[in-house]
């Protein structure tokens, strides 16, 4: 492998020790980057199968379906009817034969595609690469420490989280099919096979989960423990980098939140393998449905906040360094945060509204979450004025930067609508539902997620991204995204439901064939995409242009590593003189003051 | 975008669409400015050589005035939603003695409507089952008991601006009635979108004779009506006017329910209040 003259560790480790069960908080942040990237792949891979679907529905999916001769007539023409010849002589029950045959998605299949593409996404991409990827390499970096406070734990903790994936892919692969009850598993038709037909699938999703639910509370520990204890000498709680607040509110979260799905995981396992009925309402007595809502949406309203709270500091982080100006409204950022913490324990019912609660419990539901609009602006407001009168560079990671407010500013307006009781009960399970989610997970996170990886990338590698890679996906992911999404609101005004396979089974959804279709090629598009990131990130990683130890003059500390940072990160621990966003000052001549740089003149001092 | 809003047929569905409408136009003119904002201050405060950023730490005055504001703004649009809500959701403020009570039950992947018959009470010899139709007369007063028999499900009237999800072993009391016109009508457009189902036509030349039935496809200038037994298609043009029967809407299931989730789906048929009449002197016959 690469020699490494710059480390100054002195004796060599064993590429096992160094590249696999390394305990070094950078090389774990990175294991969990390329994990999450492999099953964004595989998340997104499964939303085109099922996009096909919708815009063409009962049709043959392309290249590996059946031509239509072959589905009249038998008659084999292309190399994919031989291939379905092949699988339909054989006496094996093959997977392909009973998920989608002649390349026709049936709607069992259909279910247990947007069970995993969501599934995924959230628990096995969005989390670990916002969390355990730059929870890990930025945390001990951004507060000046050596390492994490219990590095065994957090080899640990990626470890499980591979372990969970594997428990997830076997599921793929189990009679009955994974999965089908929806990423949000509701109860019965989760609670038993008889309703789905799925077996071990279901209980597999909930082993892994559960798994993923240990490795996320390791993690959590680890960075709660490491945040308070081991900032290096200056930096207090008020000089933290935003994303490090983000981090840390977010390890909070995850500490109280999982255990809460780990409970409800473990009481749906008993149901269905050890015949207790807690989510299923018998004439005899037993459990109740809404008892799995209340405890999933208890875990998953916080679960949300965790998807964005990391990209809003990495936004943070973004917009001031390449505005060169302090973040407008520091504290009030910090405090946003926090009441979105807070306030999102109480809201979990307007996931509920159409559920039969009392109404009297949806007005309590709508208020709080109407509220929590509330920190969300402000937060936008204080993006905006930290770009207000500053020296903007667009960057790719601006760029980014950038896309993440506007396009969480819709899905916070389109949150709205739903906080609203009454147009709730219209646009409720509606593809209306399906917009807000990607608007603020997909133009929200992953955005931030691409720009934090190009803004870090120097630092995690020594190399630049290429830049005019990065800008063109950038702009093929923005265009392609707004594209596939924003029709997806339309359809949720016309009443387009979610979670159907076939629209054209409804006459008031007729009209909607042509934006189905639309949307669909426009998925495909953001898809392929992806594959640009993809190679710009490998490519990047041994041809990339060289970086200097700051590329970006940004004044956190991760910056006075050296590059490519060493094992225990500093060779001697900065001391921290001031606040992160120390730009432009006025009377300096640079327009960047590093934390660590020492004052000049102690009389001005004092924060 | 509102204008793909299915057409609204409940007396509480206005109220949902108005505050959908009011909502519409805060969010749009809330986008505009955000956005419009941003886009100049990319555009002014872009880098330009020579020219440093000014050090602006934030203002506590804006930062009030911007959260009291959108306090504001979301605490008056509460209060106007709490009372359309209630009037849909709570028990206590639906309208008493309704005209029409049923009980609709979800099971895999169908939705059972049983009619207590004219005891009026459910479980007797007179209940009816239907599978997937529901029959009220228009404008009439509806109470359902909804339940499920497996699965959740959820009970979707897009045009009446209705959802409930419907649960096992629970029974759930939602209301609705109809505000419709049966008045025959002179524009032919959309009937189809508008729920025409069972119509009666009278063609313009006065001396062919009136024709009933029901409307299975819908062009532009052209309907296609099944007659009797027979499919009969009529230009809208040689059509004097139109006076309906019978409206029908889809009840989707909008809660995921199993394999057949998709397609599971039931009609509203709401009546004329003849028409209705003699769909229950036909079932329960005197
Ligand atoms: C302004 C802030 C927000 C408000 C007012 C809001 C409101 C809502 C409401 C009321 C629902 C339920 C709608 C329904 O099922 O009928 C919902 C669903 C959802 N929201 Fe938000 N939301 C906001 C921000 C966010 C953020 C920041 C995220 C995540 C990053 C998020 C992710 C989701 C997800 C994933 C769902 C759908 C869950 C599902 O049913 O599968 N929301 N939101
Ligand atoms: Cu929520
Ligand atoms: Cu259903």
């Given at each position: 492998?690469?020699?490494?003259?710059?480390?100054?560790?002195?004796?060599?480790?064993?590429?096992?020790?160094?590249?696999?069960?390394?305990?070094?908080?950078?090389?774990?942040?990175?294991?969990?980057?390329?994990?999450?990237?492999?099953?964004?792949?595989?998340?997104?891979?499964?939303?085109?199968?099922?996009?096909?679907?919708?815009?063409?529905?009962?049709?043959?999916?392309?290249?590996?379906?059946?031509?239509?001769?072959?589905?009249?007539?038998?008659?084999?023409?292309?190399?994919?009817?031989?291939?379905?010849?092949?699988?339909?002589?054989?006496?094996?029950?093959?997977?392909?034969?009973?998920?989608?045959?002649?390349?026709?998605?049936?709607?069992?299949?259909?279910?247990?595609?947007?069970?995993?593409?969501?599934?995924?996404?959230?628990?096995?991409?969005?989390?670990?690469?916002?969390?355990?990827?730059?929870?890990?390499?930025?945390?001990?970096?951004?507060?000046?420490?050596?390492?994490?406070?219990?590095?065994?734990?957090?080899?640990?903790?990626?470890?499980?989280?591979?372990?969970?994936?594997?428990?997830?892919?076997?599921?793929?692969?189990?009679?009955?099919?994974?999965?089908?009850?929806?990423?949000?598993?509701?109860?019965?038709?989760?609670?038993?096979?008889?309703?789905?037909?799925?077996e071990w699938g279901q209980n597999l999703w909930a082993i892994s989960l559960l798994i993923q639910g240990f490795s996320s509370l390791v993690g959590s520990i680890n960075y709660i423990t490491t945040i308070i204890n081991m900032r290096a000498p200056g930096m207090t709680f008020f000089r933290m980098p935003l994303v490090i607040w983000s981090l840390f509110i977010v390890a909070i979260l995850l500490l109280l939140a999982f255990p809460v799905l780990s409970s409800a995981l473990a009481l749906l396992i008993f149901d269905r393998l050890a015949g207790t009925t807690f989510f299923s309402a018998t004439a005899e007595g037993g459990g109740d449905p809404l008892l799995w809502q209340h405890l999933f949406w208890f875990f998953g309203h916080p679960e949300v906040y965790i998807l964005i709270l990391p990209g809003m500091g990495i936004a943070s982080e973004l917009i001031a360094v390449f505005s060169r100006k302090p973040i407008f409204g520091y504290r009030s950022m910090v405090w946003a945060m926090i009441a979105i913490a807070f306030l999102g324990w109480i809201v979990w019912g307007h996931h509920m509204f159409q559920s039969g609660m009392r109404s009297e419990m949806g007005n309590f539901f709508m208020t709080t979450t109407m509220l929590i609009a509330v920190p969300s602006a402000i937060k936008t407001f204080n993006w905006l004025g930290t770009m207000f009168r500053g020296s903007i560079r667009f960057t790719a990671p601006m760029l980014h930067g950038i896309a993440f407010v506007s396009m969480f500013v819709i899905g916070g307006l389109s949150g709205i609508y739903m906080a609203n009781t009454p147009v709730d009960i219209f646009i409720h399970d509606t593809y209306y539902i399906v917009a807000h989610i990607h608007y603020v997970v997909f133009g929200g996170s992953l955005f931030a997620i691409f720009g934090g990886i190009i803004f870090w990338f120097p630092k995690m590698y020594?190399?630049?991204?290429?830049?005019?890679?990065?800008?063109?996906?950038?702009?093929?992911?923005?265009?392609?995204?707004?594209?596939?999404?924003?029709?997806?609101?339309?359809?949720?005004?016309?009443?387009?439901?979610?979670?159907?396979?076939?629209?054209?089974?409804?006459?008031?959804?007729?009209?909607?064939?042509?934006?189905?279709?639309?949307?669909?090629?426009?998925?495909?598009?953001?898809?392929?995409?992806?594959?640009?990131?993809?190679?710009?990130?490998?490519?990047?990683?041994?041809?990339?242009?060289?970086?200097?130890?700051?590329?970006?003059?940004?004044?956190?500390?991760?910056?006075?590593?050296?590059?490519?940072?060493?094992?225990?990160?500093?060779?001697?621990?900065?001391?921290?003189?001031?606040?992160?966003?120390?730009?432009?000052?006025?009377?300096?001549?640079?327009?960047?003051?590093?934390?660590?740089?020492?004052?000049?003149?102690?009389?001005?001092?004092?924060? | 975008?509102?204008?793909?809003?299915?057409?609204?047929?409940?007396?509480?569905?206005?109220?949902?669409?108005?505050?959908?409408?009011?909502?519409?136009?805060?969010?749009?003119?809330?986008?505009?400015?955000?956005?419009?904002?941003?886009?100049?201050?990319?555009?002014?405060?872009?880098?330009?050589?020579?020219?440093?950023?000014?050090?602006?730490?934030?203002?506590?005055?804006?930062?009030?005035?911007?959260?009291?504001?959108?306090?504001?703004?979301?605490?008056?649009?509460?209060?106007?939603?709490?009372?359309?809500?209630?009037?849909?959701?709570?028990?206590?403020?639906?309208?008493?003695?309704?005209?029409?009570?049923?009980?609709?039950?979800?099971?895999?992947?169908?939705?059972?409507?049983?009619?207590?018959?004219?005891?009026?009470?459910?479980?007797?010899?007179?209940?009816?089952?239907?599978?997937?139709?529901?029959?009220?007369?228009?404008?009439?007063?509806?109470?359902?008991?909804?339940?499920?028999?497996?699965?959740?499900?959820?009970?979707?009237?897009?045009?009446?601006?209705?959802?409930?999800?419907?649960?096992?072993?629970?029974?759930?009391?939602?209301?609705?009635?109809?505000?419709?016109?049966?008045?025959?009508?002179?524009?032919?457009?959309?009937?189809?979108?508008?729920?025409?189902?069972?119509?009666?036509?009278?063609?313009?030349?006065?001396?062919?004779?009136?024709?009933?039935?029901?409307?299975?496809?819908?062009?532009?200038?052209?309907?296609?009506?099944?007659?009797?037994?027979?499919?009969?298609?009529?230009?809208?043009?040689?059509?004097?006017?139109?006076?309906?029967?019978?409206?029908?809407?889809?009840?989707?299931?909008?809660?995921?329910?199993?394999?057949?989730?998709?397609?599971?789906?039931?009609?509203?048929?709401?009546?004329?209040?003849?028409?209705?009449?003699?769909?229950?002197?036909?079932?329960?016959?005197?």
């Open positions: 492998m690469h020699d490494n003259e710059h480390t100054e560790h002195h004796h060599e480790e064993s590429f096992i020790r160094k590249y696999i069960f390394s305990l070094d908080h950078k090389t774990i942040g990175k294991q969990f980057l390329i994990y999450g990237l492999i099953m964004f792949f595989v998340g997104g891979g499964l939303a085109l199968l099922f996009r096909w679907q919708l815009a063409y529905p009962d049709q043959p999916l392309p290249i590996i379906g059946a031509s239509q001769q072959y589905l009249d007539e038998g008659e084999v023409v292309t190399g994919a009817d031989r291939m379905w010849e092949r699988i339909y002589e054989s006496d094996k029950e093959e997977w392909l034969e009973t998920s989608m045959p002649s390349g026709v998605i049936t709607p069992e299949f259909y279910n247990m595609l947007f069970t995993m593409h969501a599934t995924i996404m959230v628990f096995f991409v969005v989390v670990p690469i916002l969390v355990g990827a730059f929870g890990n390499f930025l945390i001990p970096l951004m507060i000046g420490t050596r390492d994490m406070a219990f590095p065994i734990l957090n080899m640990l903790s990626f470890w499980l989280a591979v372990l969970a994936a594997i428990v997830m892919a076997i599921g793929f692969f189990v009679p009955g099919g994974h999965a089908a009850a929806g990423w949000t598993g509701y109860a019965p038709l989760s609670a038993d096979p008889q309703w789905t037909g799925v020594g190399r630049y991204m290429n830049d005019a890679l990065s800008k063109i996906h950038f702009w093929l992911t923005f265009i392609a995204f707004n594209c596939t999404f924003f029709p997806m609101h339309i359809l949720g005004v016309g009443g387009h439901m979610r979670r159907i396979s076939n629209p054209q089974q409804y006459e008031f959804l007729q009209v909607f064939e042509g934006m189905n279709i639309f949307i669909t090629m426009s998925a495909f598009t953001l898809g392929f995409a992806q594959l640009i990131l993809v190679f710009n990130y490998f490519w990047s990683m041994y041809k990339g242009k060289v970086a200097e130890q700051n590329p970006w003059q940004v004044n956190t500390l991760e910056w006075e590593a050296p590059t490519p940072v060493p094992h225990g990160n500093f060779g001697q621990i900065p001391t921290v003189y001031r606040g992160p966003y120390e730009y432009s000052v006025p009377g300096e001549e640079e327009d960047w003051t590093p934390q660590a740089q020492p004052e000049h003149a102690p009389a001005t001092g004092g924060d | 975008m509102l204008q793909w809003l299915p057409e609204n047929v409940s007396t509480f569905g206005q109220g949902v669409d108005n505050l959908f409408h009011a909502i519409y136009w805060l969010t749009v003119v809330v986008f505009i400015l955000v956005m419009g904002t941003l886009i100049v201050f990319l555009i002014k405060y872009r880098h330009q050589e020579g020219k440093k950023a000014d050090y602006i730490e934030g203002s506590t005055t804006l930062e009030i005035v911007w959260t009291v504001v959108t306090t504001v703004i979301v605490f008056v649009l509460a209060m106007f939603s709490y009372p359309q809500w209630n009037n849909i959701k709570s028990p206590t403020q639906f309208p008493e003695n309704p005209d029409v009570v049923v009980q609709v039950s979800g099971k895999q992947f169908n939705w059972d409507m049983t009619y207590p018959g004219p005891d009026n009470e459910f479980g007797t010899d007179d209940d009816l089952e239907l599978e997937n139709e529901l029959h009220v007369p228009m404008n009439a007063v509806v109470h359902i008991r909804l339940t499920a028999e497996d699965v959740i499900h959820s009970f979707f009237v897009p045009q009446l601006r209705l959802k409930q999800d419907a649960l096992p072993n629970r029974f759930i009391n939602v209301w609705f009635q109809t505000e419709l016109d049966d008045k025959p009508i002179q524009n032919f457009e959309r009937l189809k979108a508008k729920g025409y189902f069972a119509v009666t036509l009278t063609p313009a030349d006065a001396n062919t004779p009136l024709i009933s039935g029901t409307i299975l496809k819908e062009t532009e200038d052209t309907l296609e009506l099944e007659v009797g037994d027979e499919t009969q298609t009529i230009s809208k043009a040689n059509v004097k006017q139109l006076a309906p029967k019978v409206w029908r809407y889809e009840i989707p299931c909008a809660e995921l329910c199993g394999f057949g989730h998709s397609g599971m789906l039931g009609y509203l048929n709401v009546h004329t209040q003849e028409s209705y009449d003699a769909w229950v002197q036909e079932r329960w016959p005197q």
